[in-house]
């Protein structure tokens, strides 16, 4: 099954939450995606811990498909694209350059603060690097998730989930968070913890299962017993 993106309106822009954890904004040609945490198992590896290094290939696999399914012409990093600076590894500019060849994008990444160690970014992947945010038409994206003046704003950092139940079956998803005046972005790295979110008055949450992206309908308030 093709994974299927779930269109929004916010405001009078329209714009679709993909499964594959991105944002999309056809209206400027853009995928967002934040909390990639490239090199994230070869830091760990360094110490003497053993940790799967196909999450890489994964990741880059996952902005393919994105950036074929919308047809975007730039893609915004809204953050926390390496995890530290022992990941950055040859192996792992050498594998992102690759990538990078068959993708006739613009790329960009708002810094975030595990991104803060970079002076550049290795030249072959044809990125620019800009900070705080990068303010496009009605949006302001910035890595964390502050509100802003004029301006909505998406964000990450904060790697939201959310848990569902349904009888004795538990789920913890990863999740589109939209609040009033800022939007979280789930974190694109599956390697990655995540904070459970519990959405106020409001807020909308958008869980991502499978191929699909979902809302979540608002928790029931329970009924007062006052005056009974």
Not at 51 to 79: I, N
Not at 167 to 185: E, S, Y
Request: net charge neutral.
């Amino acid at each position: 099954m093709a994974a299927r993106g779930l269109p929004v309106r916010l405001g009078g822009t329209e714009l679709e939450l993909r499964p594959e954890r991105a944002l999309h904004w056809p209206g400027g040609s853009v995928l967002a995606v934040a909390d990639l945490h490239w090199g994230k198992p070869e830091s760990f590896h360094q110490h003497g811990i053993p940790l799967p290094s196909e999450v890489l290939e994964d990741d880059l696999a996952r902005l393919s498909a994105a950036l074929r399914a919308t047809g975007a012409r730039r893609l915004l990093l809204v953050g926390d694209l390496i995890h530290s600076r022992r990941g950055l590894t040859p192996e792992v500019v050498e594998r992102v350059a690759a990538w990078r060849i068959g993708h006739d994008v613009e790329m960009v990444l708002v810094r975030g603060n595990h991104d803060r160690h970079l002076d550049a970014l290795p030249g072959a992947w044809r990125m620019s690097l800009v900070e705080p945010h990068l303010d496009e038409g009605p949006f302001r994206f910035a890595h964390h998730p502050e509100p802003a003046e004029g301006r909505y704003v998406w964000a990450g950092h904060l790697h939201p989930t959310v848990r569902l139940s349904t009888g004795a079956d538990r789920l913890r998803l990863p999740c589109f968070h939209l609040g009033a005046q800022v939007g979280v972005l789930p974190a694109f790295s599956a390697f990655t913890g995540g904070m459970d979110i519990r959405p106020r008055s409001g807020e909308r949450l958008f869980a991502i299962a499978g191929d699909t992206v979902v809302e979540v309908p608002p928790p029931r308030r329970q009924r007062s017993v006052a005056g009974r």
